[in-house]
């Protein structure tokens, strides 16, 4: 079974920044996987942010390109997204998935995601 844990998320003011850890867990399999950051705001779908491969390919949404970044550990078991310059419009709570296959900038290409972790940006 494999489960996907964010952490990181808080209230910030405009302008700050934030670093997201999003760290798997899959009984005795390997943990290394293609990972997806998505944000949903309020009354609004679910919106792709960013994108690691297992061997360090990225991709990232126009939003993201310039202010966002994407990482993963040594051990490709966490997954980090730094971010900064954080604007309220940032707000929402993001979510981390496991790729499995398609395009990565849909939901429907993850099989498995975490709760999500709260992200408030304040003007």
């Known amino acids: 079974q494999v489960q996907l844990v964010e952490s990181g998320g808080g209230l910030v003011q405009t302008g700050g920044s934030l670093r997201l850890s999003c760290t798997a867990s899959?009984?005795?399999?390997?943990?290394?996987?293609?990972i997806g950051w998505f944000r949903q705001a309020p009354g609004k779908a679910r919106e792709f942010v960013t994108w690691?491969?297992?061997?360090?390919?990225?991709a990232y949404s126009k939003f993201a390109r310039d202010r966002f970044t994407i990482s993963r550990d040594n051990t490709g078991t966490t997954v980090y997204l730094q971010m900064n310059s954080l604007k309220p419009e940032d707000t929402a709570l993001y979510y981390c998935?496991?790729?499995?296959?398609?395009?990565?900038?849909?939901?429907?290409?993850?099989?498995?995601w975490g709760q999500g972790t709260q992200v408030t940006v304040s003007s």
């Open positions: 998935a496991r790729f499995t296959r398609g395009n990565h900038i849909y939901p429907s290409a993850y099989d498995y």
């Open positions: 899959a009984g005795s399999t390997s943990t290394r996987f293609d």
């Open positions: 690691i491969s297992v061997s360090g390919n990225k």
